[in-house]
Nanobody, 118 residues
Framework: QVQLVESGGGLVQPGGSLKLSCATS????????MGWYRQAPGKQRDLVVT???????NYADSVKGRFTISRDYTKNTVYLQMNDLTPEDTAVYYC????????????WGQGTQVTVSS
């Protein structure tokens, strides 16, 4: 059973930064893609960023230039560096991992709360 464990959420003031971590129970090379999604209260879960095994990234327009995804293969951990945060970034952030063969399977973490408020 794949486990994804997020950490690093919290309360931050507008303009501040946070770095989220997602530790996996499997070698991150075993996943075809990993990424981060977020869900604000009363809204659907939306893409923040994904990264394929080959390193191709796909950022939501709302976070381009402010958020950066990275990976540490030695720690089987994916990170999300978030800078210049705004109240609109407030949400529960979920780590996602995908396997595409023989069929697409999504794995999710439990989520970590990010609150941007003064």
């Amino acid at each position: 059973q794949v486990q994804l464990v997020e950490s690093g959420g919290g309360l931050v003031q507008p303009g501040g930064s946070l770095k989220l971590s997602c530790a996996t129970s499997e070698d991150i090379f075993s996943f075809n893609a990993m990424g981060w999604y977020r869900q604000a209260p009363g809204k659907q879960r939306d893409l923040v960023v994904t990264i394929t095994g080959g390193g191709i990234t796909n950022y939501a327009d709302s976070v381009k230039g402010r958020f950066t995804i990275s990976r540490d293969y030695t720690k089987n951990t994916v990170y999300l560096q978030m800078n210049d945060l705004t109240p609109e970034d407030t949400a529960v952030y979920y780590c996602n991992a995908q396997k595409w063969s023989p069929r697409k399977i999504d794995f999710w973490g439990q989520g970590t709360q990010v609150t941007v408020s003064s």
